[in-house]
């Protein structure tokens, strides 16, 4: 029976190193995209797509106190905020913690992979079925659904492992899991298995396995099995590649949306520029401006 996603897995652990200096206090989470931190993005595509629980991996006590204060309600804060001058930050707040929207934690106090992460969620998730969701990417669609919600429709008809794919150059496929027999029909990809960044000549096709993930509970009964990969850590590609080879139907879903990279500081001030070009249009004039006065 195909269930739908009541929870989604979020994996905050880590030193986020690439980073610093700027998390070395603040998770990367926070770091903002478009004046709205990375994590909201994740959270509001959950809420989007019905999903009523967030389970936080987090590493430490300071990691796990940032989400916490940040998820729970702040009536003194919005009391200051009721008049009506005030009232766009008002909303900016209550907008926070979308209606109904639960928030759990789980500690990885080890760096064993994202796989491991994800398993650190198993008495939380239950015998529910999941997601899981990467924060360093933000994916938008500003002409329908969102990331989250396009998935779960397909999840909804096919069941077995859903998950976003992007089509990349087969010397970028180095960075990527990639998938194994992959055959298309329109944007949906069924494929045999996945590989972890694969060697060049090992490349079994360009499509790359991007996450976020819509999986069957079944997963976190295999994540236990899985060993160590080739980068010495427990992937959550390998413990879908294993279900895959046992018979679970595996689904890439070429979405329609737009992939802002928010992994490194260069990657965040790029795809910042990105998105506040292509949201407000007077600052393409300014931007414009900026560079005659350059040249």
């Not at 989400?67 to 707040?93: C, D, G, I, N, W």
């Not at 060697?199 to 396995?209: C, D, F, G, Q």
């Amino acid at each position: 029976m195909i269930r739908k996603p009541e929870v989604c897995v979020l994996p905050v652990a880590g030193l986020s190193t690439r980073n610093l200096p700027t998390t070395k206090v603040l998770h990367k989470g926070f770091m903002t995209l478009n004046n709205l931190p990375v994590i909201q993005y994740a959270v509001n595509s959950c809420a989007e797509a019905g999903i009523k629980e967030i389970v936080f991996i987090y590493s430490d006590d300071a990691c796990k106190n940032m989400f916490a204060k940040y998820y729970t309600p702040a009536p003194e804060l919005e009391a200051r905020l009721s008049a009506p001058s005030k009232a766009e930050l008002l909303k900016a707040v209550q907008d926070i913690i979308p209606a109904g929207m639960k928030f759990s934690f789980a500690c990885q106090n080890e760096p064993k992979g994202n796989g491991h992460a994800v398993l650190m969620a198993k008495d939380i998730v239950g015998e529910r079925d999941f997601a899981v969701m990467w924060v360093d990417d933000v994916y938008i669609n500003r002409n329908g659904a969102g990331m989250m919600k396009q998935l779960c429709d397909v999840y909804a008809q096919r069941g077995g492992i859903v998950e976003n794919i992007m089509e990349c150059k087969r010397e970028d496929m180095v960075r990527y899991g990639a998938l194994i027999g992959a055959e298309r029909e329109g944007n949906i990809v069924r494929a045999t298995g996945l590989i972890e960044k694969p060697k060049l000549e090992e490349v079994p096709s360009n499509y790359a396995s991007m996450g976020p993930y819509i999986l069957p509970n079944e997963i976190m009964k295999i994540l236990p099995e899985v060993t160590k990969g080739s980068n010495g850590e427990i992937n959550l590609t390998d413990a879908l590649n294993l279900a895959a080879e046992r018979g679970m139907p595996l689904y890439g879903v070429l979405t329609e949306t737009i992939r802002y990279d928010c992994g490194t500081n260069a990657d965040l001030l790029k795809a910042n520029i990105k998105l506040a070009l292509e949201t407000t249009p007077e600052l393409r004039a300014y931007t414009q401006k900026i560079l005659q006065d350059l040249a």
